[in-house]
């Protein structure tokens, strides 16, 4: 039960700064995919580097989020949390900075440049999906073992539905999307949603192992988390003072 206490009380500090980096990734992603910085542009390769930062810091802040539940580490400290972000700050520098280095050619060898982009797809794709992959079996395994809420495990395999499918959409059928609908949209348009609809499954995930009090959550107690009132004990029978006139 200290696990699932430990997950309760640290939902916003850990899940939340996920929530922020996915926002800044989707407003970087904006920014680029719609145009606003045009590929011409002097700064389209530094808004692209930003976004694939973002992504990766969202990858790696997820799997770190996943070894929550299994107290490898005292959770909830001052400590734990900034290793979290830093970890995340490491991710996303990593990425930043290896991208310009490619699309720049700021490499003084062959290395890393726009013709050898192997560096860049290790990190981007390779890694991201690695970490991704750690944070689902490690889920899993939270579910099978311990919180035994088979509810939240339909929510992951969702959400691994959707996001299977954002990538197929993007990376496979894009052209044919665009060309059916006479270039209206394309697959980034349709992976878009899906990558939205995932996160939207994590976030359901993530309520219903815990009973914080979510905006628009839904009520589930099957496999969540007692929740008590810090001030009253379950037992407090007492009743509130009355007013005097």
């Known amino acids: 039960m200290i696990f699932q ?18 926002i800044a990734n989707t407003i970087a992603s904006l920014v680029v995919d719609a145009g606003v910085s045009p590929p011409s542009s002097a700064t389209y390769g530094y808004f692209v580097a930003v976004q694939i930062g973002l992504a990766s810091a969202c990858c790696w802040s997820l799997m770190l989020n996943g070894f929550l539940g299994f107290q490898f580490w005292e959770d909830g400290t001052r400590k734990s949390i900034n290793f979290t972000r830093l970890i995340a700050l490491c991710a996303f520098s990593l990425n930043f ?3 310009l280095f490619t699309f720049h050619n700021w490499s003084s060898n062959s290395i890393v440049d726009n013709t050898n982009t192997l560096a ?5 794709y390779f890694l991201n999906a690695v970490t991704i992959g750690i944070y689902v079996l490690s889920q899993i395994i939270l579910i099978l073992t311990i919180l035994k809420n088979w509810w939240a495990l339909g929510a992951i395999m969702l959400g691994c539905f959707f996001f299977t499918a954002a990538q197929v959409l993007m990376y496979r059928f894009s052209n044919q999307i665009c060309e059916g609908v006479n270039h209206y949209l394309d697959g980034l348009f349709f992976g878009t949603l899906c990558n939205l609809f995932a996160v939207m499954m994590l976030y359901k995930y993530w309520d219903m192992i815990t009973t914080e009090d979510l905006e628009f959550s839904v009520s589930n107690t099957d496999g969540a988390v007692p929740w008590t009132n810090g001030f009253f004990d379950e037992k407090d029978n007492r009743e509130p003072s009355s007013a005097i006139g």
């Open 97 to 99: 900075i290896l991208s």
């Open 5 to 22: 206490k430990q997950i309760h009380s640290n939902w916003k500090d850990r899940n939340a700064f996920f929530f922020y980096l996915y």
């Open 120 to 124: 860049l797809f290790v990190t981007m």
